[in-house]
C-alpha cells in the first residue's frame, strides 16, 4: 500500500461528551449501523468531470469526502472502546479487476477535486495489478462502492462482527440520466453510537451542495 497521510486526532472525553448516553447504548449492539436510501442530483459534478476528463465516481466521492469533512460525527471513530475525533478523513472503496475480482483502493484526501481525483487514479490503477486485498491501517477512513448497474432502492452490507468497525460506508449507484439532469441512487450506513439521522441528514444537505459547486475551494 502507498504511504497514506493519517493526521491528528483528538481523544474524545467521554465523562463530559454530550452522545454519552447514545454511546452507552448502542455501542454494544450486535448490529449498530443504521442506514438509508436517497437520490442525490449529480448533474453539476457529472458535467465537470466529463469536461475536465476525471473519473465520474472519484470526483463523487470526492465531493462526499469534503461534505463528511464538515460534519462532525463523520470525523468520529471507535478504536479500542474509546471515541477518537480525527482531524483528516480518507477515502477506500472497492477497485474491480479484468479478471472479475476486486481489490481494495485507498485515496488520501486533497482538498481539490482534481488534485485528489488524478492521485486517485493511479492507486485504482496500481490496485488494479495487483492480486491482493490490502487493509488500510487507521480507522480515519470512509468505505465506499460503487454499482453502476443498478438503480437501487436499499442495499446492504457484509460485516465481520469479531472486527471492530465504525467507519461509515456510502455506496453510489447508476447515474440516471432524464429532463437534462442527472440523478444516482445513494446509501448512508453509519454507526449509531457516533452518528444519528439528524447527523446524515447534515451530511446529505453539505453533499448535495458539494455535487453542486465540484469546482468550489474546499478548506
Not at 103 to 115: A, C, K, M, N, V
Not at 178 to 192: K, Q
Request: with cysteine; glycine share 6%; net charge neutral.
Amino acid at each position: 500500500m502507498r504511504e497514506i497521510v493519517i493526521g491528528g486526532r483528538e481523544k474524545i472525553d467521554l465523562e463530559t461528551w454530550e452522545r454519552r448516553a447514545s454511546f452507552d447504548f448502542f455501542k454494544s449492539f450486535t448490529e449498530p449501523y443504521h442506514g438509508v436510501c436517497l437520490r442525490v442530483d449529480c448533474t453539476r459534478t457529472y458535467n465537470y468531470a466529463k469536461e475536465h476528463r476525471l473519473s465520474v465516481f472519484l470526483s463523487l466521492l470526492h465531493r462526499s469526502l469534503v461534505a463528511a469533512h464538515e460534519v462532525e460525527n463523520f470525523k468520529t471513530r471507535l478504536v479500542g472502546g474509546t471515541v477518537w475525533r480525527y482531524e483528516l478523513i480518507n477515502g477506500g472503496s472497492a477497485v474491480g479487476r479484468e479478471n472479475g475480482t476486486i481489490g481494495l483502493g485507498h485515496y488520501q484526501f486533497r482538498p481539490q477535486i482534481d488534485e485528489f481525483v488524478r492521485e486517485a487514479a493511479i492507486e485504482v490503477d496500481r490496485v488494479r495489478q495487483r492480486d491482493d486485498i490490502e487493509r488500510y491501517p487507521e480507522a480515519n477512513l470512509i468505505r465506499y462502492s460503487v454499482l453502476p448497474w443498478f438503480d437501487f432502492t436499499s442495499i446492504s452490507h457484509a460485516r465481520d462482527f469479531s472486527h471492530e468497525d465504525s467507519a461509515p460506508r456510502i455506496t453510489f449507484g447508476k447515474i440516471t440520466e432524464a429532463g437534462g439532469r442527472c440523478t444516482m441512487p445513494v446509501s448512508i450506513h453509519v454507526h449509531h453510537a457516533l452518528v444519528d439521522g439528524l447527523h446524515v441528514a447534515q451530511f446529505v444537505e453539505k453533499f448535495q451542495c458539494r455535487l453542486d459547486a465540484p469546482d468550489a475551494k474546499s478548506a
